[in-house]
């Protein structure tokens, strides 16, 4: 009927109420992964800063998140969904191939991406660090994520022959330990390689790990 008044559609400025909060959360995110991750770190940030850099007011911050600390949280586990996909993008692209070309392509991607902006490394292996013990627990809960990859790729080599069958959750997270430690330390400038040096030294020592001295696969 002309002239009738048409109902609400919840929309404003061509977008619904749940894509405008996506949004508000998006750019409150982005502004933490440069705020926290290059200056002036995640302890010296302040909502007001934060919400300052995002464009939107702290009335906004505190509709999308309790505090600064529920904002690092999610970076964290945003930062490693980002790595744990490009490295099963790189498992995926090497399906078929052995244990060797399985892993470099897997931590060839993974180096890469965790590597390609500092800013994700030093939510993940600084900023993260100490600041509380429900960090602490995510932290080492993501951790064991990806022990859990480690050793699924190293039963699944076991099984078809390529590494020594055993429980392998001690030595992968060894392992872990180490892939942290170096990629930390290549970005900081204190490993003089290039990054497809670092891939090529941790492949080796998680063929090392697979294989252990004496040990050769079937068929050889």
Not at 24 to 48: E, N
Not at 64 to 85: I, K, M, P, S, Y
Not at 160 to 173: F, L, N, S, T
């Amino acid at each position: 009927m002309a002239g009738r008044l048409r109902a609400p559609t919840g929309r404003y400025g061509g977008k619904t109420a749940e894509e405008r909060k996506s949004e508000r959360r998006r750019r409150f995110l982005d502004a933490g992964l440069q705020l926290f991750g290059d200056a002036p770190g995640y302890r010296a940030t302040t909502v007001s800063a934060l919400s300052e850099a995002a464009g939107l007011s702290t009335r906004q911050f505190y509709e999308e998140f309790r505090t600064l600390e529920d904002v690092l949280a999610a970076l964290h586990l945003q930062v490693n969904d980002w790595a744990e996909g490009a490295a099963l993008a790189g498992l995926a692209e090497a399906d078929g191939l052995p244990i060797e070309g399985r892993a470099t392509a897997a931590f060839r991607a993974y180096a890469a991406n965790v590597t390609g902006d500092p800013r994700r490394l030093r939510i993940t292996f600084i900023e993260i660090i100490g600041v509380s013990p429900r960090l602490e627990r995510q932290r080492l809960a993501r951790r064991s994520r990806w022990v859990d990859f480690i050793c699924a790729e190293a039963t699944a080599a076991a099984d078809r022959g390529e590494a020594a069958p055993r429980d392998y959750r001690v030595a992968a997270a060894a392992f872990i330990g180490g892939v942290n430690g170096l990629l930390h330390d290549w970005s900081s400038g204190w490993v003089d390689a290039s990054l497809d040096e670092v891939v090529d030294e941790l492949v080796g020592l998680l063929l090392g790990i697979l294989r252990p001295a004496g040990w050769r696969p079937e068929g050889v």
